[in-house]
């Protein structure tokens, strides 16, 4: 089968491998019908990811049908469509029994598919955990509305979950890349009196204000002003960070207002100051880390209830043969793409 791999710092390629097959009782293999291109995908390509395995298969956001199930899988069957998550877990540790599936203590938790074992930027791939790893998919919920249910979905549904935001609130999210407008679409369903989006992409501002026109957009420059005057408590009451540049882990607590929430979903590339003189009086609270992806069959019900639509951010498609001209147009973010969907069979 065809599978783009991680052959070496820098390099990708479409190769030949043999298809995966069952090595544990509650392993599945999947017949991968659409995955997508994330972020993730490129630190690994440039070597920012040192537990990555030079050979792996590399993708983690895809959807597909089950093919084959180990004897001890029970929540899904040959045949089912299912979304596949990011997160490896067993479900069973101290960790996975409250919540915290992102620090599983199995050997295979956490980030392992498209990372340390082979992922589904390809026609097939196995997923450990079945039970815990795949979510069937209603059947009147396509593949393109699921793409996102297992990675960038989980991560802003978690976000804005842990973020304790209420109904009077003043939301300020910072970032709407892919997984910030995930976390945007999340937030909104928590209702709260306003949200706020900052983003310094001309294009990614026209995005939001052309599909949530009830969302103020302001960009890096002029947030804290913005939110000042667009806030009732002299700042956001809660913070979302889905940016990770340089100066937004800064601005992130600059724009809240005393005893705010400020969770920070970015992955930042460098270390931040955490200046506590200077916001001394001020007793935020901080939520860090990465997403607990445990919430996938409730975020599909919210699609097939029409309550999420992650559909606008697909703007491209193409088939599995010409991948790597997908990831060139990702890469340099050429024609207003925001995300890509890969049709894996193809
Ligand atoms: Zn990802
Ligand atoms: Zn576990």
């Known amino acids: ?37 994330c972020t993730s995908d490129l630190h690994i390509k440039h070597g920012n990811v040192p537990r990555a395995v030079p050979g792996v298969t590399v993708g983690h956001e895809m ?19 299912v979304a596949v998550n990011v997160e490896t877990f067993c479900g069973e540790c ?10 599983c203590t199995d050997p295979d938790g956490g980030w392992a ?3 340390r074992i082979d992922g589904g930027q390809a026609e097939y791939v196995r997923v450990p955990h079945a039970d815990q790893g795949l979510t069937p998919i209603p059947d009147t919920v396509s593949d393109e509305q699921a793409l996102f249910v297992g990675d960038i979905l989980a991560t802003g549904f978690w976000a804005a979950r842990i973020s304790e935001i209420g109904p009077e609130d003043t939301v300020l999210v910072i970032g709407a890349g892919p997984t910030g407008v995930c976390t945007l679409l999340c937030a909104m369903l928590k209702r709260p009196r306003r949200i706020i989006v900052c983003e310094k992409s001309p294009e990614r501002m026209r995005f939001v204000r052309e599909h949530y026109p009830d969302v103020l957009v302001t960009g890096p420059e002029t947030c804290r002003d913005f939110v000042l005057r667009h806030s009732d408590h002299g700042g956001a009451d809660v913070v979302l960070e889905v940016a990770g540049t340089s100066d937004t ?3 992130a607590w600059e724009c809240a207002r005393p005893n705010a929430v400020v969770t920070v979903v970015a992955l930042y590339d460098e270390p931040q100051m955490l200046p506590l003189p200077d916001m001394y009086g001020k007793n935020l609270t901080f939520k860090t880390g990465g997403v607990d992806g445990c919430d996938c069959a409730e ?18 498609r193409f088939p599995l043969s010409r991948i790597g001209k997908a990831y060139r147009l990702f890469e340099t973010r050429s024609d207003g793409v925001v995300k890509v969907a890969v049709e894996c069979g193809k």
């Not at 089950?66 to 899988?73: C, F, H, K, N, Y």
């Not at 101290?94 to 620090?103: A, L």
């Not at 975020?299 to 491209?316: E, F, S, V």
């Open 63 to 81: 959807v597909g049908v089950v093919e084959r199930v180990g004897d001890r899988v029970a929540s899904v069957r040959p045949g089912d469509r």
């Open 94 to 103: 101290f960790f996975c029994r409250h919540g915290y599936v992102n620090n």
């Open 1 to 37: 089968m065809r599978a783009y791999a991680y052959v070496g710092p820098g390099r990708f390629e479409l190769l030949d491998k043999p298809r995966p097959e069952l090595r544990d009782s509650r392993d599945a293999i999947v017949r991968v019908t659409l995955g997508s291109i």
């Open 299 to 316: 975020i599909l019900r919210l699609i097939a209830a029409g309550k999420i639509d992650t559909t606008p951010l697909i703007t491209h």
């Open 113 to 115: 598919l498209g990372c």
């Open 249 to 251: 882990f800064r601005l």
